[in-house]
Nanobody
Framework: QARLVEAGGGLVQPGGSLRLSCAAS????????MAWYRQAPGKQRDLVAD???????YYADSVKGRFTISRDNNKNALNLQMNSLKPDDTAVYYC???????????????WGQGTQVTVSS
């Protein structure tokens, strides 16, 4: 099994910044699409940003120009730099990775455990 561990959430004032990270471990042969999702209380889990293994990116309209997704394939890591944070960004953030483990041909999907981001004064 592979495993995703997230870090970097917390409490920040409006206008502030946070950087989320997600590290994948296990016998990983190849990483494919990597993404961040978020889920606010009482709402569905929504895609925030996505990055392909060719480093093409997608951002939800609500975060364009404020968030930056990046990946480090050598470290099997995913990051999300969040600037100009707003109260509406408050949610649990989850990393989502599609990968292939060593010795296997199938592509598997993994979720991180989630990290809380709270934007409040």
């Amino acid at each position: 099994q592979a495993r995703l561990v997230e870090a970097g959430g917390g409490l920040v004032q409006p206008g502030g910044s946070l950087r989320l990270s997600c590290a994948a471990s296990g016998s990983i042969a190849q990483m494919f699409n990597m993404a961040w999702y978020r889920q606010a209380p009482g709402k569905q889990r929504d895609l925030v940003a996505d990055i392909t293994n060719g480093e093409n990116t997608y951002y939800a309209d609500s975060v364009k120009g404020r968030f930056t997704i990046s990946r480090d394939n050598n470290k099997n890591a995913l990051n999300l730099q969040m600037n100009s944070l707003k109260p509406d960004d408050t949610a649990v953030y989850y990393c989502h990775v599609r990968l292939r483990r060593t010795g296997l041909y199938s592509v598997e999907t993994y979720w991180g455990q989630g990290t809380q981001v709270t934007v409040s004064s």
